[in-house]
């Protein structure tokens, strides 16, 4: 970890939950906060990857749980959320990282718009928008019933310049960054002030998820990495520690006025008109 966010930001006792928690992106936030002082816990369907990062949240001081959940099911995140009461105390951060997209939902040259599987369309408009609001009505009740809080959602740049190729999962985080401001307003007007929404939007990060879009079978860029990259001021894919410096600052008191926002990560991508 950079210890510079030690000198920024203390997250001490603050119990975190994180969806998607043994992933790439989500690991490394995880393992963060655990290294801010944070209680972590970590909700995946599959828990047992929790293991690239056991290591590093050992060494860490601070209290994590790796939490089976299914974020599309209503009552596997209930009882997670008893489990994580129980063993961490009350929650203070929900980071929403579950998503993704799927490859039959992703237009080729052997499967057009018009041939996109509803059942792969609906995989990624579920795991997207419905996993995000599952938790947030879940989490959400608790911070209301404490009347704080700070929920952070993860959305896209897709959401604001829609991709080629990835119909659904353009549409569904921009359906995430409408429900973020959304929620945003409703906790401060309905519950309290001092309950905060807001999302960040990744650019291009070269991850599992996306390598088949980006890189060849001989690891080389794709005509399409190559148009990214040609779009992108900074010159480069995004890394996953390039997203804990502002998630850290919209979780932190410094960011206590900041609510309803969906902050771009992009590197300039959205900035660029091309010319």
């Not at 959940?69 to 129980?86: F, Y």
């Not at 952070?152 to 549409?171: E, H, K, V």
């Amino acid at each position: 970890m950079n210890d510079k966010w030690k000198d920024i930001f203390d997250f001490t006792d603050r119990v975190a939950v994180v969806t998607g928690g043994t992933g790439v992106l989500c690991g490394e936030l995880a393992c963060t906060l655990a290294e801010l002082g944070a209680r972590v816990a970590l909700l995946d369907l599959a828990p047992e990857r929790i293991e690239r990062w056991r290591e590093r949240l050992e060494r860490s001081s601070s209290k994590h749980v790796v939490v089976p959940c299914d974020v599309l099911d209503r009552s596997s995140v209930e009882k997670a959320a008893e489990q994580v009461a129980s063993e961490l105390g009350d929650v203070d951060f929900l980071i929403n990282g579950a998503g993704g997209n799927h490859p039959s939902a992703t237009t080729r040259d052997d499967l057009s718009f018009f041939d996109l599987p509803e059942e792969a369309l609906r995989h990624v408009f579920d795991l997207n928008i419905l996993g995000t609001v599952i938790t947030c009505q879940v989490f959400g009740r608790r911070m209301a019933q404490r009347e704080q809080g700070s929920i952070l959602n993860f959305s896209s740049m897709n959401a604001f310049r829609p991709l080629t190729r990835i119909p659904a999962y353009s549409a569904a985080k921009a359906g995430v960054s409408n429900f973020t401001q959304w929620l945003a307003v409703h906790m401060a007007q309905n519950y309290s002030p001092r309950i905060r929404v807001n999302a960040v939007a990744p650019g291009f990060l070269l991850t599992e998820q996306n390598r088949f879009l980006l890189l060849d079978a001989d690891g080389q860029l794709t005509p399409r990495a190559t148009t990214i990259l040609a779009h992108t001021p900074a010159g480069r894919f995004g890394k996953p520690e390039d997203v804990v410096g502002p998630v850290l600052w919209l979780l932190s008191p410094a960011a206590e006025f900041v609510t309803g926002v969906v902050l771009p990560i992009d590197g300039g991508f959205q900035a660029f008109g091309g010319v």
